[in-house]
Nanobody, 121 residues
Framework: QVQLVESGGDSVQAGGSLRLSCTATGNIFGIRAMGWYRQAPGNQRELVATITTGGTTNYADSVKDRFTISRDNTKNTVYLQMNSLKPDDTAVYYC???????????????WGQGTQVTVSS
């Protein structure tokens, strides 16, 4: 089992910045990639950014050059630095961890409870 606790969501004006944090506890040794997803009202949950244990990152086109994902493996924490925020970034942001019992096991997704980000124009 893996537990994910997010923090950092807030209300900001367009052009502002926020930093989200997500700390994993529990059976952390099975965690592979971690990432952030978001869901706006009436929309499906969508990928924002992911990062592997080795540091390889992947971003949605809509956030490239504005958001940066990073990971501190010593603290079991993943961060999402969000700059130049836009009203379209308004959503609940969810932390995700992909967990596998072994390198040959299929990955299981764990999710945090979500943190609200609201960007006003």
């Amino acid at each position: 089992q893996v537990q994910l606790v997010e923090s950092g969501g807030d209300s900001v004006q367009a052009g502002g910045s926020l930093r989200l944090s997500c700390t994993a506890t529990g059976n952390i040794f099975g965690i592979r990639a971690m990432g952030w997803y978001r869901q706006a009202p009436g929309n499906q949950r969508e990928l924002v950014a992911t990062i592997t244990t080795g540091g390889t990152t992947n971003y949605a086109d809509s956030v490239k050059d504005r958001f940066t994902i990073s990971r501190d493996n010593t603290k079991n924490t993943v961060y999402l630095q969000m700059n130049s925020l836009k009203p379209d970034d308004t959503a609940v942001y969810y932390c995700n961890a992909q967990y596998a019992l072994s390198p040959w096991s299929p990955a299981v997704d764990y999710w945090g409870q979500g943190t609200q980000v609201t960007v006003s124009s």
